[in-house]
């Protein structure tokens, strides 16, 4: 009797931290129905895209994937899933490369839908959650993501998500603590804790801070960070239990959208400039020389440019270290895409750059700080025969070495500084690193 070959699996995720989160536990439920997991450059009998739709941008980037999965795997079966294909089914189902879509509630019951045509799969959104984190098989990142929280009961002006993902719903401490120590005992040493919304995790009748206080008490784990928390959830609590966790990292991401009250207001933001400014020397006061990254959306219906200078003004004299800067994105559904004075593709191009030069000068100056000190460094990944990884503020470093560094936190040296060109300093490690 011919032993039938083992079946395999590739992955592609787009998008963001939760995401990442969602396609590990889903990379595991194919390992325990036996599949082997190659990389997504291999031929596989399944290709599993889990997709985005934060952006028109991003809609592109998943159709621009799924052609080119179907192209390296003629043979293959190409699942799409995630909120693009939430939003869009319609749209993929035009597409011959396309064999079976899954909306952000079926994508985790893939092993019912597996045997199916693309066009009986449902795209129902329910209120159930479902946990989600890291698995060793996830690819490069040695930091692992564990999904707190799906969903969102905001609904700004901009935002497509809380109709791809329904409304806020959380994961339980103690199953929250279960899926950390399962992480850790699988090697992660650095754990980020993921969701829409995480700041809304008090929703559950449960605090943010309770959670981790919870989480930092597991053994064997190294370094914590939060992903994004909008401004209005950020509390003393929350801060002084980060503080005095002992390992949370030097690093928050807040976003802004917009410094004009104006826009803010449109926007449906749950709080004004000085609100917001208020919340970062709160955080400073904890964490006096942290890194904070922010989103930025430029180019929204009617920005003047009064409005524009205002933002850059504000970001020129914030602590604003990490910029991540996108053109509005008109979605369908949302009201501010029903707004009247939209803004034309190349002044919003204009006004990215504008911000993101302001933003490499930030971070150069930043990291000058850092230049001539260790830092702790958590090497992820070798990549131009340079190792590469991440130091409590989430500044990225490269080494020359020919040892193995992957998942090594390292007492690194630095000996310069971040550049608008390539983007991260470099380091270099001591003689006993490894012995």
Known sequence: MIKNEQKTVSFHTLGCRLNFSETGSIAKKFEDNGYKIVPFESSSDVVYLNTCT????????CRNLIRKAKKSNPNSKIIVTGCYAQMEAEKLQSMPEVDLILGNTEKYKVFDYLNL???????????EFWGAYSTPSDFKHTRGFLKIQDGCNYICSFCIIPFARGRSRTISIQE?????????NEGYKEIVLTGVNIGE??????????????????????????????????????????????KYQNHFHIPLQSASDRILKSMRRKYSINEYR????????????????????????QESIDEFE????????SPITHFHVFPYSKRKGTSASKLEGHISTQLKKERVKILNSLGDKKIENYSK???GLASEVLFEQKKKGYWEGYTPEFLRVKVTSD?????????TKIISSYSDKCHQMTGVLPENALR
């Open 310 to 317: 205002e933002t850059y003004n504000f970001l020129e004299l």
């Open 117 to 127: 045509k693309k066009h009986e799969a449902k795209i129902d959104l329910t209120n």
């Open 201 to 246: 995790y008090e929703k559950s009748g449960n605090r943010l801070e309770d959670l981790v206080s919870e989480i930092v008490q597991i053994d064997g784990l190294k370094r914590l960070r939060l992903s994004s928390v909008e401004p209005n959830t950020i509390t003393k609590t929350l801060l002084e239990t980060l503080k005095e966790s002992g």
């Open 176 to 184: 929250a603590r279960s899926n950390a120590k399962a992480m850790i």
């Open 54 to 61: 934060v952006t028109d941008g991003a809609d592109s980037s």
């Open 369 to 371: 700080q850092f230049q």
């Open 403 to 411: 040892q193995d560094l992957k998942n090594k936190i390292i007492n």
């Open 278 to 301: 208020e919340k970062l020397q709160l955080i400073e006061s904890y964490f006096p020389h942290a890194a904070i990254g922010a989103d930025i959306i430029t180019g929204y219906p």
